[in-house]
């Protein structure tokens, strides 16, 4: 069992810049990979990142490629998701997940435990 939990998100103007975090509990995190989501109103819920879980390899959606970065810390159980040059597209409910496989699929049903979400939300 992996408990997830998600903060970070906020308002913010197109531009800008917010940092997510994910915070882990249970066991064997660090053989988890990690992924990121987010849900528009109206909309599915899309793959945003996801980051492997014993080499340095993620892998985005195309429309945040070079505005997000994905890392994680496994010493804290943690994974991030620094989001810049923000769009008011990207406004969406954020969930970090994590997939038992290890390798940071962008497909959301690999994907067993998910956190309660945060909401971020870009003005314009």
């Known amino acids: 069992q992996v408990q997830l939990v998600e903060s970070g998100g906020g308002l913010v103007q197109a531009g800008g810049s917010l940092r997510l975090s994910c915070a882990a509990s249970?066991?064997?995190?660090?053989?988890?990979?990690m992924g990121w989501f987010r849900q528009a109103p109206g909309k599915a819920r899309e793959f945003v990142a996801g980051?492997?879980?014993?080499?340095?390899?993620?892998n985005y959606a195309n429309s945040v490629q070079g505005r997000f970065t994905i890392s994680r810390d496994n010493a804290k159980n943690t994974v991030y998701l620094q989001m810049n040059s923000l769009k008011p597209d990207d406004t969406a409910v954020y969930y970090c997940?994590?997939?038992?496989?290890?390798?940071?699929?962008?497909?959301?049903?690999?994907?067993?435990?998910w956190g309660q979400g945060t909401q971020v939300t870009v003005s314009s």
């Open positions: 249970g066991r064997a995190f660090s053989s988890y990979a």
């Open positions: 980051i492997r879980s014993g080499v340095e390899y993620t």
């Open positions: 997940a994590a997939e038992p496989y290890g390798l940071g699929s962008s497909l959301l049903q690999e994907y067993d435990y």
